[in-house]
């Protein structure tokens, strides 16, 4: 079993910074893309930004030059630093990644419980 937790959610105001993390454990043998989702009240999961396990990268376009997506190989932690937040930033966490438990079993597709990031004055 593989368990993703994050933390580093909370309140900010517009223009602030929050960096959130998200470590793995559990039984892993290799853990190939980790990626962070959010979800605002009303609207559908979106990816945020991902990164393979090379260190490729990807962002949604709205939080491109602002947010930050790293990764820890030897944790198998994953963290996304944001910067200049917006109101319309503010929604639901979720780290996810796919990982591979066993040399005998294929990747399988875990997430975490999420985490409220709310940007307000």
């Known amino acids: 079993q593989v368990q993703l937790v994050e933390s580093g959610g909370g309140l900010v105001q517009p223009g602030g910074s929050l960096k959130l993390s998200c470590a793995a454990s559990g039984v892993i043998f290799l853990v190939y893309t980790m990626s962070w989702y959010r979800q605002a009240p009303g609207k559908q999961r979106e990816l945020v930004a991902g990164i393979t396990s090379s260190g490729t990268t990807n962002y949604v376009d709205s939080v491109k030059g602002r947010f930050t997506i790293s990764r820890d190989n030897a944790k198998n932690t994953v963290s996304l630093q944001m910067n200049s937040l917006k109101p319309e930033d503010t929604a639901v966490y979720y780290c996810?990644?796919?990982?591979?438990?066993?040399?005998?079993?294929?990747?399988?597709?875990?997430w975490g419980q999420g985490t409220q990031v709310t940007v307000s004055s």
């Open positions: 996810h990644a796919n990982i591979r438990s066993s040399i005998r079993l294929d990747s399988a597709d875990y």
